[in-house]
């Protein structure tokens, strides 16, 4: 495996490392993406109204408990095509749930004193959202994004079984030819860029979130 990455020829050119890392970031991110605007926008409508909240958790949580190759391979025979959009539509799967989930409970859990206070001086329900109630459960939504990386970031190496590419390629091709060392390095690439990632919004959580709401 030392020898695989040691070696210039594997990390130049179109299948080279630094275009897989690219490929498997942006299939991360384009799900991501999506995930944080369908979960999001529900998450802090349910939360903020107490309304719907039983029937979006626990679909949430049914999605969460699909099989990802399962999934990949439903939305292979429901799209008709063997490209991005399955890929897409079984990242985005396990994307919502996490997301969707932390968001609620951050706005649920928000002290009903504190929004009646807020209330009180004449803050209309937009501005009680914005200006308190997000603010307050902003650990808990960067924890949602934070975990549904890991997944999407993880599950993304299933791409290469639909012939696209990303870090995937390397596991998929490597068992294939029984080339170990090229299936170890894809491996472990993907569990650095999780790492990466993880520290990544580790210190966007330090940067967003309120200094009074930091634990010590």
């Not at 626990?58 to 408990?65: F, T, V």
């Not at 209309?124 to 975990?147: D, Q, W, Y």
Request: overall charge neutral; hydrophobic content about 55%; glycine content about 12%.
């Amino acid at each position: 495996m030392w020898e695989y990455l040691t070696d210039s020829f594997n990390w130049s050119g179109p299948e080279g490392i630094w275009a897989r890392i690219i490929e498997h970031i942006w299939y991360t991110f384009a799900a991501l993406g999506i995930s944080a605007a369908i979960a999001l926008p529900v998450g802090l409508r349910i939360g903020h109204t107490r309304r719907g909240a039983f029937l979006a958790i626990n679909l949430g949580n049914a999605a969460r408990a699909l099989p990802s190759l399962g999934l990949l391979m439903l939305a292979v025979l429901l799209t008709d095509q063997i490209g991005f959009l399955p890929v897409l539509i079984a990242l985005v799967a396990l994307g919502i749930p996490p997301i969707l989930a932390s968001t609620y409970a951050g706005l649920s859990g928000v002290d009903p004193a504190t929004i009646d206070a807020a209330r009180g001086m004449g803050m209309t329900g937009r501005e009680i959202l914005t200006k308190v109630e997000i603010p307050i459960a902003m650990p808990l939504i960067i924890s949602g994004l934070r975990g549904a990386t890991l997944q999407i970031v993880s599950t993304a190496t299933i791409a290469a079984l639909v012939s696209l590419g990303g870090l995937g390629r390397y596991v998929v091709d490597g068992l294939k030819l029984r080339d170990f060392p090229q299936m170890f390095t894809g491996a472990l690439l993907v569990a650095l860029l999780a790492i990466g990632l993880d520290v990544l919004f580790a210190v966007l959580g330090r940067v967003v979130v309120s200094n009074g709401l930091k634990a010590d």
